[in-house]
């Protein structure tokens, strides 16, 4: 199978990847962004048989295999903590190995143009080695066929919400400018572009480790300090908060809403008021909130953006890659 654009957003909580099938419908999928070192021991060969799930992909990277669940409702192990949340995620094998992993999903053989989105304050520092090293023939695992990728563009994942926005028939912003936050789980970006075009204003974007990951840490802190107990599953927590339901940790079901309320209120206003900083001017803006995390962060907008229009895009997680692709399958027509 040949496909003529790839989107990936490859997110420190989640892995989020577009593409446009053959019927030419756009598909979109996630999964957790983990990927663990897969090892051979004589226990884990014997119960493979049975527990080894059709979801695992198992990549190479270099001299190591890793194993990747795409399931999207996989639930990492509550061990898993860290979740790649170091700014130098993009150079790191578990990057290259989820990557991977998401190629393999897809089944394509070969991808005409592949559209990576890096946080903004790490463009300039990983983009030119993400082109080189994914651009070519690449061995994803030891059992499946080369996938040839023609051209790697890497792209501020924030940009992605902000093609998938002016592709919309119905757009409702009328301002003169657009601002896009982009919450993800470990970083907040945002880009200010003309609304008409992509002008975009770099000294009023920017990027800030940090997003939906401190408020469910900051959960976390909240829950512990009320039962005496650890909670280190934020994936968990996640869950709960997106399906708004209770969290079903040591024998307790928990309504978590005054703990996420809490949270809230002593993270996001903070950075909220730094992007205010940064833009200066909102004389000229609309707000747009994108990323899987930005529900999360929509009263402090509105409370530090006052009197301005704010919209929120339909499947926020999804939308730097369906951008990505858009904007991808424009520029390859335009050739």
């Known amino acids: 199978m040949e496909l003529d654009v790839v989107g990936f957003d490859g997110g420190h909580g989640r892995i989020k990847c577009c593409y446009c099938a053959a019927d030419g419908s756009m598909r979109t999928f996630s999964f957790p962004s983990v990927a663990q070192l897969h090892r051979d021991s004589a226990l884990e060969q014997s119960a493979r048989a049975f527990a080894d799930s059709p979801s695992i992909r198992r990549v190479n990277v270099g001299n190591s295999k890793f194993n990747v669940d795409t399931d999207p409702d996989a639930l990492p192990p509550a061990t898993v903590g860290e979740r790649n949340e170091g700014d130098d995620f993009a150079e790191r094998r578990e990057y290259t190995a ?126 512990a300090l009320e039962y005496g107990e650890r909670f280190d599953a934020l994936d968990h927590i996640d869950r709960a908060v997106r399906s708004n339901s209770k969290l079903m940790v040591h024998g307790l079901s928990i309504d978590l809403n005054p703990f996420v309320q809490q949270a809230k209120e002593e993270t996001t206003v903070e950075l909220v008021r730094k992007i205010r900083a940064r833009v200066r001017s909102t004389e000229d803006l609309g707000v747009v909130l994108t990323g899987g995390s930005c529900s999360l962060f929509a009263d402090a907008a509105r409370e530090i953006f006052t009197r301005i229009p704010l919209t929120t895009l339909d499947e926020p997680m999804m939308a730097n890659v369906r951008g990505f692709v858009l904007g991808g399958l424009q520029s390859l027509r335009s050739r």
């Not at 559209?115 to 690449?138: D, M, N, Q």
């Not at 009328?174 to 204003?201: C, I």
Request: charged share 20%.
């Open 98 to 223: 989820l990557l991977y992993a998401a190629l393999l999903k897809i089944g394509a053989r070969r991808i005409r143009l592949l559209v990576l989105g890096l946080p903004v304050h790490l463009l300039g520092k990983y983009a030119e080695s993400l082109k080189e090293r994914f651009t070519g023939s690449l061995q994803c695992s030891d059992n499946s066929p080369r996938i040839l990728v023609d051209k790697v563009v890497v792209l501020p994942q924030p940009i992605g919400s902000l093609m998938y926005l002016k592709a919309l028939p119905s757009r409702r912003i009328t301002s003169y400018s657009t601002l896009v936050m982009d919450a993800g789980w470990g970083t907040m970006d945002w880009v200010v572009s003309s609304t008409e075009g992509f002008k975009l204003d770099h000294e009023r974007s920017g990027g800030s480790p940090g997003a939906g990951a401190l408020i469910y840490r900051r959960i976390a802190d909240l829950l």
